[in-house]
């Protein structure tokens, strides 16, 4: 079962989701804003991606500045916290597969964990070319 952990605002995330779909993927879409998030997930989520919370904390776009997060010291415990109580805070998109856990971005990320690639390019909305089969370095 795939999963992908979605923020349809998002544009990285609208095309990680596009690559998942057009690799055959239908993978359970999780809009995070929505169902929020609980430490044991979180926690889940991070370690199998090999991160800290830190590490997964979105600055860009969020209050993650203004409640002290960006200082030296905070500990795991706070960020998660913060996260729990700002759903916003969470980096995105993560997505999980039977291959692995990874934070895809940039988007072709994805590639790295997916059981298959897409056989053809795959366009964003605007027509730009987000994912390229032939492009051997994606599974980096």
């Known amino acids: 079962m795939t999963v992908i952990y979605h923020n349809p605002a998002c544009g990285t995330s ?20 929505k169902t929020g998030w609980d430490e044991a997930r979180l926690t889940r989520l991070f370690t199998a991606a090999g991160l800290t919370p830190r590490e997964a904390l979105r600055l860009k776009g969020t209050p993650a500045e203004e409640l002290g997060l960006t200082a030296p010291g905070i500990g795991d415990a706070a960020i998660i916290a913060a996260m729990i109580a700002h759903p916003i805070l969470v980096q995105r998109p993560f997505v999980v597969t039977g291959k692995g856990t990874k934070l895809c971005r940039p988007s072709v990320t994805v590639a790295q964990i997916l059981p298959r690639l897409p056989e053809a390019p795959v366009l964003a909305a605007d027509g730009k070319v987000i994912f390229d089969p032939a492009d051997k370095e994606v599974r980096g």
């Open 14 to 33: 609208r095309n990680v989701l596009a690559i998942l779909r057009a690799a055959g993927e239908v993978p359970e879409v999780v809009e995070y804003l």
